[in-house]
């Protein structure tokens, strides 16, 4: 297959809803766990609960972005689907805090795959012309999975019970893997696979083009593996009946803004959109923790979407446009490790740091705003003393 000047493409599409499935998935779960890990006996593990999903994520990256590049996008996709269908499916047999732990390291090798491959095929069959538009759509997806699956998942808890919630899990994957089913292969010339593929050279797990673009990833996703681990604890602490109120706000207030943050970032520059966004991320975390109420969280729930909205495909655009096309797919995984560690990171340090003790959350996110500060000052010193970094400046 050969990219496209037209984006909207039936392979569009599928890989899009499949994208949205797919994240849906593993991120319904996420508001209910520390409760499901505190009901096990578990409750000073909170912060493993992301952590020890990013870990084998972040492990799997360098696999992954080779595996994209040898044996096809398609088939990577369905690795990353699989392991969700099948760990939905374990959750209610592994009953112990050590079975629920060693569960959350398997399941997070699926996103160590599939959004690698997801990246690297949308950026085949669209026009380089249009990577930033394309992938803010895209990313748009994934954001819509991200906020309906924690708002679904709270909903079934709800109503039913953790096992049916288990399960829900698994329908969302099993979807997912019949959209990529219907996909066309975009890689030309995939090799078979081979245990011998897996072999990782020293020059197999970073791409060093792409460190710039994941320099910023990092820390800017710091802030996300906080939100992860600590919003669904502070939302019920403002009194909100649904975990996933946060989710549902910050989603909605990305939709617009990543489907323009990426045309804009294809017309003028990645790094000076990636700029406001940061502006936007660092605001929104100084207001969540400064305005104790329901309403201060709604509305730093607001500004963070617009800059996670802002940030997310412009990023993506970046590493696209710095990667070599043979090693595409070993780009995107870097900035996806990157993207693991600060997720991890965040997670486990304000989960160490948090300790049952709900006055240390607003500690943890003004400290993150500050990790977002040195992103800004980092892009902008790219943006304006090396502009070779960025192809669009």
Same mark, same amino acid.
Not at 232 to 258: C, M, Q, Y
Not at 275 to 297: A, R
């Given at each position: ?26 991120? !319904? ?9 505190? =009901? ?29 590049? @040898? ?5 990577? !996709? ?63 997806? /994934? =954001? ?51 245990? @011998? ?49 946060? /989710?549902?706000?910050?989603?909605? @207030? ?25 502006? /936007? ?9 400064? !305005? ?15 800059? !996670? ?40 340090? =304000? ?43």
């Amino acid at each position: 297959m050969t990219n496209s000047d037209s984006i909207y493409t039936l392979n569009f599409g599928l890989v899009c809803i499949s994208s949205l499935l797919f994240l849906a998935s593993f991120n !319904m779960l996420i508001p209910e766990l520390p409760a499901y890990l505190n =009901s096990l006996g578990g409750e000073e593990y909170i912060g493993l609960i992301i952590a020890l999903f990013t870990l084998t994520a972040g492990i799997s990256r360098p696999f992954s972005g080779k595996l994209t590049d @040898s044996i096809g996008r398609k088939p990577v !996709m369905l690795i990353g689907a699989s392991v969700c269908l099948f760990c939905g499916f374990l959750y209610p047999v592994l009953t112990t805090v050590i079975g629920f732990l060693l569960l959350r390291l398997i399941h997070g090798f699926s996103t160590g795959f599939s959004p690698t491959a997801f990246s690297a095929y949308v950026s085949d069959i669209v026009s380089s012309k249009k990577w930033g538009e394309a992938l803010g759509i895209q990313s748009l997806f /994934f =954001s819509l999975g991200l906020a309906l699956g924690p708002a679904l998942g709270s909903s079934i808890k709800l109503y039913f019970s953790f096992n049916v919630l288990f399960y829900s899990s698994s329908l969302m994957a099993f979807l997912s893997m019949a959209m990529i089913m219907n996909l066309q292969e975009t890689l030309p010339n995939k090799r078979k696979f081979s245990f @011998s593929t897996l072999k990782l050279g020293r020059n197999d797990i970073i791409a060093k083009e792409a460190l710039p673009p994941a320099f910023v990833t990092l820390l800017s996703y710091l802030s996300f593996g906080i939100i992860l681990t600590l919003v669904p604890i502070w939302t019920e602490h403002l009194g909100a009946k649904n975990k996933g109120l946060f /989710f549902i706000v910050f989603t909605i @207030s990305s939709l617009f803004v990543r489907f323009l943050a990426g045309k804009l970032s294809d017309k003028y520059s990645r790094t000076l959109m990636i700029s406001i966004g940061l502006v /936007f991320l660092g605001v929104s975390l100084v207001l969540i923790g400064t !305005m104790e109420t329901l309403y201060g969280l709604v509305f730093g729930a607001v500004l963070y979407g617009i800059g !996670m909205g802002i940030v997310s495909p412009s990023l993506s655009a970046w590493t696209i446009d710095l990667s070599y096309s043979e090693t595409k797919g070993k780009a995107i995984a870097t900035m996806f490790i990157a993207l693991e560690i600060g997720i991890g990171g965040g997670a486990l340090l =304000s989960g160490w740091y948090y300790q049952n003790e709900i006055t240390h959350i607003p500690t943890v996110f003004y400290t993150c705003s500050c990790a977002v500060l040195v992103a800004f000052l980092y892009v902008a010193l790219i943006y304006r003393q090396n502009k070779k970094a960025d192809f669009y400046a």
